[in-house]
């Protein structure tokens, strides 16, 4: 059996440390379904890991209605995503093996698409900012995932190689990030990921939680 020299994990965190995805995706189903539009999933996804740049929820549904949508609206939009995210706890088994992989004294890290802002506020409310050594967000690179460049500004940040990295990820543009910049990569779907092609990943698992940090680096071990 193959013995991984794993050095540091890092985490994705929308739909990975949190589950924001899908308060993201209902808060904007609910105000095209409420103008008599689809929102249309395979669009949709393009975003999910990525930014609003793969696919522009606001401005697809003003094409489609033909003119800006009102203010109050856009301004209940983001209310009610604010509403949906602070309903949702934190993922299984993440806290866990963040504090594991310190206590291993491996670095732990964060590579994410969003802002540093949304992400570290989260982090702060949740009390867990603390556990991370290193936040690589969309403010600190060019460009974001699906491309590498976050990956890449983690490794630097944490001071380890590629090989020596897991990314643990719960979207196709995540997973592809990661192993465009040479990783190891875990897939945790999520309920808007699930049936997401994540065959690039190197692992997949239901939860966190089902394993421990040694079965994690042992699992990876294998051949596939
Ligand atoms: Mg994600």
Known sequence: MTSLLIRAL????????????????????????????????????????SSNQAFHPQLHLEERLGGPLPQDVID???ARRVELVLAEPLRPGVVDLAKAARAAAMKVGIASSSS???VKNHLERLGIVDLFDCLRCRDDVEHVKPEPDLYLASLDCLGVAATEAVAIEDSPNG???????????????????AGLDLSQADLRLTSLADVTLPQLIEKLGRPR
């Open 76 to 78: 209940r939009r983001v």
């Open 116 to 118: 540093r802002d949304w």
């Open 175 to 193: 997973v592809i990030a990661a192993k465009r910049a040479g990783l190891r990569c875990v897939a945790v779907a999520n309920r808007i990921t």
């Open 10 to 49: 890092i985490f994705d965190f929308d739909g990975l440390i949190l589950e924001t995805e899908e308060p993201i995706y209902r808060s904007w189903k609910e105000v095209y379904e409420a103008h008599g539009v689809q929102l249309p999933f395979e669009l949709w996804v393009k975003t999910v890991g």
